[in-house]
């Protein structure tokens, strides 16, 4: 079973920083990619940044210039370092995982708020 353990989300005021982590463990295959999404009241889950295993990234508009994901695959852990902050990126962050085979996995979300 993979479960993916999410932290670093709290309050901050806009302009400020925050470092997401996400870290799998269980079994695991060979993994495609990790990323991140987030989900805001009222709105469907979007896609903040994703990480393949070669290391390329993929980042909404919203967030280019902002956001930066990293990842440690000797760690199986991603990270997103969020600059910049916005009240609209306030929202519930969710970690992704792909697998070559089986399913998508997520993580249980960690809430990021960003008001003065």
């Known amino acids: 079973q993979v479960q993916l353990v999410e932290s670093g989300g709290g309050l901050v005021q806009p302009g400020g920083s925050l470092r997401l982590s996400c870290a799998a463990s269980?079994?695991?295959?060979?993994?495609?990619?990790m990323g991140w999404y987030r989900q805001a009241p009222g709105k469907q889950r979007e896609l903040v940044a994703v990480i393949t295993s070669d290391g390329s990234t993929n980042y909404a508009d919203s967030v280019k210039g902002r956001f930066t994901i990293s990842r440690d695959n000797a760690k199986n852990t991603v990270y997103l370092q969020m600059n910049s902050l916005k009240p609209e990126d306030t929202a519930v962050y969710y970690c992704?995982?792909?697998?070559?085979?089986?399913?998508?996995?997520w993580g249980q979300g960690t809430q990021v708020a960003v008001s003065s």
């Open positions: 992704n995982l792909r697998e070559i085979v089986g399913p998508n996995r």
């Open positions: 269980g079994t695991i295959f060979k993994i495609v990619s």
